[in-house]
């Protein structure tokens, strides 16, 4: 079955760059049926979409985001990863990766919490 | 963006009833709308599409409708496995957006 798994720091110093892997199994990354998505969710809040990569690597990017986001794909390792630039204490969350299916997410990883501290 | 607001934020309830959930959203999103079932310490399940489709796998007690702006979702008798929290989600535009979410609790 397809399962997805978030990989790196779970502790990011404010001003620095977040950065995280989504590992695929299941299926391939280069199924043109498929996005893959980063979705994260803020402690008392609700779950923001931050974007998604085709495995061409044409991205939509949270305008809200857009200008920190930064996704790539390695179709080689079947994985996709994020980077958000300039963080701060209010980007702490749990990130979550996914499978976007026609604009549904139907698969996502266990998630994964990133906490901005100093 | 669109924005989506889900009522109630909480609802009490007890196994065996019948429970409703509503999402209203800022701009017609044409029925591109999904509902995921979150648990504590898991990552949301995805639980119905295009308003009112059932995803593979969901018991068919769930049921989903609505249309333009304003979307439900009902569970016929709920079952202890179902208390959790419950968003809705547009995908008629970008960027995706998420309802604040309902916790359904006894």
């Known amino acids: 079955q397809v399962q997805l798994q978030e990989s790196g720091p779970g502790l990011v110093r404010p001003s620095q760059t977040l950065s995280l892997s989504c590992t695929v199994s299941g299926v391939s990354i280069s199924d043109g049926n498929y996005y893959w998505t980063w979705i994260r969710h803020l402690p008392g809040k609700g779950l923001e979409w931050i974007g998604h990569i085709y495995y061409t690597g044409f991205t939509n990017y949270n305008p809200s985001l857009k200008s920190r986001v930064f996704m790539s794909i390695d179709t080689s390792k079947n994985r996709f990863s994020l980077n958000l630039s300039s963080v701060t204490a209010a980007d702490t969350a749990i990130y979550y990766c996914a499978r976007d299916n026609r604009g549904t997410q139907d698969n996502w990883g266990q998630g994964t919490l990133v906490t901005v501290s100093s | ?106």
Do not use: H
């Open chain 2, 1 to 106: 963006d669109i924005q989506m607001t889900q009522s109630p934020t909480t609802l009490s309830a007890s196994v065996g009833d019948r429970v409703t959930i509503t999402c209203r959203a800022s701009q017609s999103v044409r029925t591109w709308l999904a509902w995921y079932q979150q648990k504590p310490g898991e990552a949301p399940k995805l639980l119905m599409y295009k308003a009112s489709t059932l995803q593979s796998g969901v018991p068919s007690r769930f049921s989903g409708s609505g249309s333009e702006t304003e979307y439900t979702l009902t569970v016929s008798s709920l079952k202890p496995d179902d208390f959790a929290t419950y968003y809705c989600q547009q995908y008629n535009s970008y960027p995706w957006t998420f309802g604040q979410g309902t916790k359904v609790e006894i």
